[in-house]
């Protein structure tokens, strides 16, 4: 979720939306191997998933894994920089 590209990707999947390797490529102006490798990150790491039709993937959010992405970056961002610590209280400076 760090890649700007990839929270670009997750954008497009609001509402339920399904879409495919190339409907991704293409609404991003990316090349399909690209937006292929950003989709597997994300399902990797939980917060797409994917079901197969023949030999199209179709995508969604799985907002389990969203939630859970996010619990994890709070509960990091809270390790780092807990809020009053530091002449920047509330923020990592």
Sequence with gaps: MASDTRQQILFLFEGGVELTV??????????????????ATLRDGGVLTGRREWKTVHY??????VRRALTDLQDALQACCPPG???????CG
């Design 22 to 39: 190339n409907e991704v490529a293409e609404r991003l102006s990316l090349a399909q191997s690209a937006a292929s490798t950003h989709l």
């Design 60 to 65: 969604r959010a799985n907002p389990d894994g």
């Design 85 to 91: 610590d530091g002449p920047f209280a509330g923020g």
